[in-house]
Nanobody
């Protein structure tokens, strides 16, 4: 069984940057997709970005051009670089593992505990 642990969240002013990390333990991420999702208070969880083992990526329209997902397979870690942050990016960010590159949260089988990102105006 794989455990996913997110880190790197925090408080940042609008226009600032943060880099989130998703570290896997227990099992390797080799061959799997890792996705990032977020959930703001009172809202449903939404897809942010995902990357497959070969480096192919998908992004939500709301973050295209601002967020970049990458992975270091040797370190079993996936990153989400978030630039030009906006107050509406405030949410708990989760990473999760899937077998296919998809925006559908139902296809992701293991989830981390989440890390809070707060963007002040």
């Amino acid at each position: 069984q794989v455990q996913l642990v997110e880190s790197g969240g925090g408080l940042v002013q609008a226009g600032g940057s943060l880099r989130l990390s998703c570290a896997a333990s227990g099992r390797t991420l080799e061959g799997y997709v890792v996705g990032w999702f977020r959930q703001a208070p009172g809202k449903v969880r939404e897809f942010v970005a995902a990357i497959n083992w070969g480096g192919a990526t998908r992004y939500a329209d709301s973050v295209k051009g601002r967020f970049t997902v990458s992975r270091d397979n040797a370190k079993n870690t996936v990153y989400l670089q978030m630039n030009s942050l906006k107050p509406e990016d405030t949410a708990v960010y989760y990473c999760a593992r899937a077998r296919i590159l998809t925006t559908n949260s139902g296809s992701y089988e293991y989830w981390g505990q989440g890390t809070q990102v707060t963007v002040s105006s």
